[in-house]
């Protein structure tokens, strides 16, 4: 069943139950026009655990675009915008997409030494809309302690 046959399924439902229909919120997934531009944050990692045992833990949030599982020409057409993002380390020549939305991008096993991540907003189809790299080292960290 179609999007717009499932609201006026739902609107006749609501009308012989006698419920107001704008008593209903919108479905979350309508395409709206003129949605204000996607924006990314993404911090340092977190000094604790990077000090204490060499994890780079990189919080990140999202504005106007929102981490899904969904891919394809038609995931595109969602609203608010819903993609991936796409994590990149020291510029090697592969990535990996991350769609959980957990909030932060986890590296553990890095080498001691300066790292640059590259973490990119990515829509379903891989289309690119930004992204921020972050700069930080890996300490040494005393093995005899773990």
Known sequence: MTTIAKAFAAAALLLAAGTPIHAQTAT?????KNEPAPKLVVDQPLPGPLAARAVAIIPYRTENFR????????????????????VSIDGLPWRWADAGGTGAIVLTALPPG?????????????????GKVVKFIVPVINSAHH
């Open 28 to 32: 979350q997934f309508l395409p709206i």
């Open 67 to 86: 981490i899904l599982p969904i891919f394809g020409a038609s995931a595109s057409d969602v609203s608010p915008r819903a993609g991936h993002l796409h």
């Open 114 to 130: 300066e790292h640059k991540v590259l973490i990119e907003m990515a829509t379903p189809e891989h289309e690119v809309l930004g």
